[in-house]
């Protein structure tokens, strides 16, 4: 068992990561709060395969369980979703100190984490993140939000879990694709806040890539040290949290102009490291030599082909609506070195141009 302990402002948080760690979910709960009732959040897919065995680990050590299910995908982060869920725990009782439990990637822990930031005035949240993305990215730090028509994540708050359970034995049912666009996440911390972790990711990537789950267990515990590290120096993203926003500039510019139908996140995210890093040697930024390497393994990860009617025009469109964009320039994450990033406002837009079109294979 690996344990991290994550200091948000008003209290710090356990990240319990292991192999068969389900197992203690009502237990680890336990030692928050006094079983009572708790309402467990997930998608029809993930319930199906791991619902009975969570709400069973629940029940054993006393909690009542009632079960709120959403579809699978984006669109299930929503504020018709989250009134529901408010509905459900008006009806079955829950009070302030009810958890609410998300079994699921990140769509299920956003939108459960925004009903438990709401749900009078706020109660206890517990993330079980079941993808690579969740599990080294949005199950910590407190991120939670639900879409708006106009954009991703437009409503939303910083509140952070009091719980997350990591098991990697999820991990083992992924499809390759997703782990493959969680693999990008994990890179990310390499590349920009953690030099050793690099270089192992150069060793072990391969097995990583053939679902290792050892190693993929000391991928995950590596990430989420990074990712604490971070959140605990600027949780409320004032500054230098922005840097986990590599890749994502044009990654968000490449999924909205895909309408959110071509690309999985992690893919978008990838595709938007291969501009950053465009930009980092056009700029100046980074060395030829350390470009080089991180090339190679975004290579060995894979980038998803963009659609081959998608227009540099059209991601640039999306990349000035995006809503980190300030007074008219748009900010990008660049690597210095490897471990090391920096953030720079970019106002040329024939050198943006030039990066998204390495991603479009134009
Ligand atoms: N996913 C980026 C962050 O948590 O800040």
New binding site residues.
């Given amino acids: 068992m690996q344990e991290i302990n994550v200091k948000a402002a008003n209290f710090t948080y356990r990240v319990v990561i292991e192999p068969g760690g389900i197992a203690r979910l009502g237990r680890d709960l336990r030692l928050l709060l006094p079983p009572a009732k708790t309402l467990l959040v997930s998608d029809t897919s993930v319930y199906e395969l791991y619902g009975e065995i969570v709400e069973k680990k629940l029940r054993d050590e006393g909690w009542q369980v009632s079960v709120a299910l959403v579809k699978p995908g984006e669109k299930a982060k929503s504020l018709v979703n989250a009134a529901r869920l408010y509905d459900q725990a008006i009806r079955d009782g829950l009070d302030r100190n009810s958890p609410l439990i998300a079994l699921g990637g990140g769509v299920v822990g956003d939108l459960a984490g925004f009903v438990a930031a709401t749900y009078l005035r706020g109660v206890p949240l517990v993330m079980v993140p079941t993808t690579l993305l969740s599990q080294v990215?949005?199950s910590?730090?407190g991120?939670v939000a639900v879409n708006h028509p106009r954009g991703k994540n437009l409503i939303g708050s910083i509140y952070p879990p009091r719980l997350v359970l990591i098991d990697p034995v999820f991990l083992m049912t992924l499809s390759k694709r997703q782990l493959k666009a969680g693999l990008a996440e994990v890179l990310k911390y390499g590349i920009i806040s953690d030099y050793q972790f690099f270089d192992w990711l150069e060793l072990n990537m391969d097995q990583l890539l053939r679902f290792n789950l050892v190693l993929l267990t000391d991928a995950v515990a590596a990430s989420v040290r990074n990712?604490a590290k971070?959140?605990e120096a600027d949780e409320y993203?004032k500054d230098y949290?922005r840097i986990?926003?590599f890749g994502?500039t044009i990654g968000h510019a490449l999924e909205a102009a895909t309408a959110y139908r071509h690309y999985l996140h992690g893919e978008a995210v990838l595709s938007g490291m291969y501009a950053a890093v465009d930009l980092a040697i056009k700029m100046k930024v980074l060395s030829t030599e350390d470009a080089g390497r991180i090339d190679r393994l975004l290579r060995q990860i894979g980038r998803r082909k963009a659609p081959a009617d998608l227009t540099a025009e059209a991601v640039i469109d999306k990349l000035r609506q995006d809503k980190k964009r300030l007074a008219g320039e748009i900010f990008f994450v660049l690597p210095k070195t490897i471990g090391s990033a920096t953030i720079v406002a970019i106002s040329d837009r024939d050198l943006i141009c030039e990066a998204v079109k390495t991603v479009l294979g134009k």
């Fill in positions: 990215d949005s910590v730090g991120k990712k971070v959140v993203e949290r986990l926003n994502h």
